[in-house]
């Protein structure tokens, strides 16, 4: 099999530019994508090969994406296992579903709406422990947060200084990536919750 050095080496930045974006105050779109690197620094890397190996891939970059918002200390290295390639195909599966992955996650929500977003003596509120108990997905955790921009509150109110600051750092940084409908979502949800409202009556 022959390997093209250009193709490798685009996917080297790119992986670089991913793994910043993770684990960093780096922003991949503001720099748009760019880091500091140059062929003769990856030339020079003992984990080359996996780079030029996977670049055989069509969908590489989208492994590496889907990989890093599972696990941003991923290395390249792991990327061509089948952990990694089940964390792949399952990416892609709620990319290609997301309206209905949202529909389905938004009946794990309580009936009263703001309730599922409200923090009770510093602890984490329904919606987050949803996701902390794999019961909901990260993209669906993004949407709702985003239509309902509760993260400052959330930010003041919560005493976690653990696990609600990671899930918060991997939130903004995937939510430039996650490319949704929000008026779509936004009517799904309004209408989930009227339904709601009707039925209790």
Known sequence: MTYNTSEAYELYMFYLAIKRHFTSTYDYFKYNGKVKANQKSFE?????????????????RDIILSNMVADSNMWIGNLLDSKCEEIYLDWVK??????????SDIQELEEEFNSNFTVEDGQHPRILRLYTMNRISIE?????????????????????????????????KYKPFLKYDKHKMKTILINSF???DRESV
């Not at 709620?94 to 529909?103: E, H």
């Open 44 to 60: 020079n890397r003992k984990d080359k090969f996996f780079f030029y190996k996977l670049s055989k891939k069509r969908e590489a």
């Open 94 to 103: 709620r990319q290609q579903s997301l309206t209905y992955i949202f529909k």
């Open 140 to 172: 669906t955790l993004i949407i709702l947060t985003d239509l309902t921009k509760c993260f400052p509150y959330w930010e003041k109110e919560i005493n976690d200084t653990i696990v609600f600051p990671n899930i918060s750092h991997t939130v903004k």
């Open 194 to 196: 009227h339904a709601c």
